[in-house]
């Protein structure tokens, strides 16, 4: 008993712990909600049953403007749908670096999960190489208002392609199965055509490696793995 007349009860005491327990309960509830969030976020960029960084888009666009011209000018208009772009004029722009092409489409489920690992590559590989999406709704069925909704939910640093018709596409050896990544190099040659879909991000950078020199030694490329990589850490595997 104070001198104020009050019961200051320690927190030993039976009835100090009958008051603390709702506190240290409520703290836990707290901890536990911070902690889901965090792994909602992280699996919001998720592939399959791969957890995918997702990187920040806006840091990238800042990272990606310091490129060469003719990259930084392609990724001024990442994320956006070129209904109007003459697709074999930005193709010849874009010589003089290898270019990455992904056919996709928002009625396509593979598509879908394989878009992280596309959307992570051209954040670490951006300045290097050029990606680029080519959007062929017309072939399933869908419409250019699916496909922004699709891009509103999945951004990317690059830009979209339509062709509606899979012209460009199948010049590009393209159009017969979704999604199809081609490989293009420096002269605009095409030297690989992956049908289906890139399950794992460790098989991206393999092929990226392999058809795009991305990781070669001299070559002009972040380090995926230092700190201030706004696309974060790697998660390739460096033996593969």
Known sequence: M?????????????????RAAPRVLAAAAAALVAILLVVGLLQGGSSGDEDVPAPDLRAVARHLAGGPPALARLYARGGV???DED?????????GHPVV???????CGPCRREFPL???AAARH???IAFLGVD???AGGGSAAAARAFLAEQPTPYPHLVDAKAVLARRLGAGFAYPTTVFLDRRGRIVQVKQGPYERYAELEDALRRYASAGRP??????PARPADPAGPSTADPAS
């Open 81 to 83: 749908l070129l209904p």
């Open 126 to 128: 951006g300045t290097r």
């Open 101 to 107: 092409v992904n056919v996709w489409g928002s009625w």
């Open 118 to 120: 596309l959307r992570l």
């Open 2 to 18: 104070t001198a104020s007349g009050t019961d200051e009860r320690s927190a030993d005491a039976p009835g100090g712990r009958r």
């Open 136 to 138: 062929a709704e017309g």
């Open 87 to 95: 697709g074999e004029r930005l193709l010849r722009s874009l010589r």
């Open 218 to 223: 001299g070559a002009r490329d972040e380090d």
